[in-house]
């Protein structure tokens, strides 16, 4: 009963967020969350720093993943500092390649990938498990089975990803072609309806120069058919097909990431095939084996009320604070636009 009502809960969730975002977040007025201001000109203006939607809905992204982890990976008996060991390890490097590797592909010193970020994550996850048990005194007693925790970190990050592309859409990046560009059978898909992104500050407008143009929501799509492949995931995971669910989520996420790119319109290199669209393909073989040569162990059926009862804990609680907090600072600092601003008094109020 509990897994029937936590999954149409996700849908519902998912339902109501992506009606909401895909028809308000290409305005204008969702690019920008708050301006911090910073040095004051002779003037009397003041330079500001920009924190973005795209900063807010990425360190949500992040966070949503990090909770199903625990979540998921709670069920099935991982402790909580096991799944944060993990964690650690998986981000510390995944976060990092995000601009690194970005910048040393599109040779652009203010760009991230997420591309990037989920490769390295996807490579690193198996040996971050190994590494735990096999180097930290604390956790070599825990028999923790790597099969289910590669499961839930996999659906994890395809929720994370998924809802990481409203960051996209607020920000107008990994935007589509033209409509007109597309193929025939593309345009007559009835609930495909195409984005207009409005504003100048928006990648689509001062990078592609596309602004208010009728674009394929390659975003949108991108965004529910991770989420589906989450849920799917779920669903597998909590009936104790944990390998299925891995397989699956890790298959479709990155075959939809290399077809995806034939259906943007932004920069992605100078080659037919991308250097993202390589690493994805690479990563399947990658994870088959995997999964082939772990050790395909029993694992107990998953309980979502154990991984529900690690939220008791508050320490858990401050660490996902602080997480979506770094997040924000370290995304929502817009590095490609400005501000300027000037404060005064409303005498009339005094």
Same mark, same amino acid.
């Given at each position: 009963?509990?897994?029937?009502?936590?999954?149409?809960?996700?849908?519902?969730?998912?339902?109501?967020?992506?009606?909401?975002?895909?028809?308000?977040?290409?305005?204008?007025?969702?690019?920008?969350?708050?301006?911090?201001?910073?040095?004051?000109?002779?003037?009397?203006?003041?330079?500001?720093?920009?924190?973005?939607?795209?900063?807010?809905?990425?360190?949500?992204?992040?966070?949503?993943?990090?909770? +199903?982890?625990?979540? +998921?990976?709670?069920?099935?008996?991982?402790?909580?500092?096991?799944?944060?060991?993990?964690?650690?390890?998986? +981000?510390?490097?995944?976060?990092?390649?995000?601009?690194?590797?970005? &910048?040393?592909?599109?040779?652009?010193?203010?760009?991230?990938?997420?591309?990037?970020?989920?490769?390295?994550?996807?490579?690193?996850?198996?040996?971050?498990?190994?590494?735990?048990?096999?180097?930290?005194?604390?956790?070599?007693? +825990?028999?923790?089975?790597?099969?289910?925790?590669?499961?839930?970190?996999?659906?994890?990050?395809?929720?994370?990803?998924?809802?990481?592309?409203?960051?996209?859409?607020?920000?107008?990046?990994?935007?589509?072609?033209?409509?007109?560009?597309?193929?025939?059978?593309?345009?007559?898909?009835?609930?495909?309806?195409?984005?207009?992104? &409005?504003?100048?500050?928006?990648?689509?407008?001062?990078?592609?120069?596309?602004?208010?143009?009728?674009?394929?929501?390659?975003?949108?799509?991108?965004?529910?058919?991770?989420?589906?492949?989450?849920?799917?995931?779920?669903?597998?995971?909590?009936?104790?097909?944990?390998?299925?669910?891995?397989?699956?989520?890790?298959?479709?996420?990155?075959?939809?990431?290399?077809?995806?790119?034939?259906?943007?319109?932004?920069? &992605?290199?100078?080659?037919?095939?991308?250097?993202?669209?390589?690493?994805?393909?690479?990563?399947?073989?990658?994870?088959?084996?995997?999964?082939?040569?772990?050790?395909?162990?029993?694992?107990?059926?998953?309980?979502?009320?154990?991984?529900?009862?690690?939220?008791?804990?508050?320490?858990?609680?401050?660490?996902?604070?602080?997480?979506?907090?770094?997040?924000?600072?370290?995304?929502? &600092?817009?590095?490609?636009?400005?501000?300027?601003?000037?404060?005064?008094?409303?005498?009339?109020?005094?």
């Amino acid at each position: 009963m509990i897994n029937s009502l936590f999954i149409s809960a996700v849908i519902l969730s998912l339902f109501f967020l992506f009606r909401w975002a895909f028809r308000e977040l290409p305005k204008e007025n969702w690019q920008i969350l708050g301006v911090i201001p910073t040095v004051k000109g002779s003037d009397g203006f003041f330079q500001g720093i920009n924190l973005t939607f795209y900063g807010f809905f990425t360190a949500t992204a992040y966070l949503i993943a990090v909770i +199903l982890s625990y979540l +998921l990976l709670g069920a099935v008996s991982v402790p909580s500092s096991a799944t944060t060991a993990i964690l650690i390890v998986i +981000l510390s490097l995944s976060v990092p390649a995000s601009k690194i590797l970005a &910048r040393i592909i599109e040779k652009k010193p203010h760009t991230a990938s997420v591309g990037a970020a989920s490769f390295v994550g996807l490579l690193i996850a198996p040996w971050a498990i190994f590494l735990i048990q096999g180097f930290l005194p604390f956790f070599r007693e +825990l028999s923790i089975m790597p099969m289910p925790v590669l499961g839930g970190v996999i659906i994890a990050y395809a929720f994370g990803e998924g809802i990481g592309r409203l960051a996209c859409i607020s920000f107008g990046c990994c935007y589509g072609k033209p409509v007109d560009q597309m193929p025939d059978f593309l345009k007559r898909i009835p609930w495909l309806r195409p984005f207009v992104f &409005r504003g100048s500050t928006k990648k689509i407008a001062y990078a592609g120069h596309l602004e208010d143009v009728q674009i394929f929501p390659v975003q949108a799509v991108t965004a529910v058919l991770y989420c589906a492949t989450g849920v799917l995931g779920i669903f597998l995971f909590l009936n104790g097909y944990y390998k299925t669910a891995f397989l699956l989520t890790l298959s479709v996420t990155q075959i939809w990431r290399f077809l995806s790119e034939f259906l943007r319109a932004d920069y &992605r290199g100078d080659r037919k095939i991308s250097v993202y669209q390589i690493m994805a393909l690479a990563v399947i073989p990658y994870g088959f084996l995997i999964a082939a040569v772990i050790p395909s162990s029993v694992a107990a059926e998953a309980d979502l009320f154990q991984g529900i009862a690690l939220f008791k804990n508050p320490v858990l609680l401050i660490f996902l604070q602080f997480l979506w907090v770094t997040m924000f600072w370290r995304s929502g &600092r817009s590095q490609v636009t400005g501000s300027i601003l000037k404060f005064h008094v409303h005498h009339d109020k005094i």
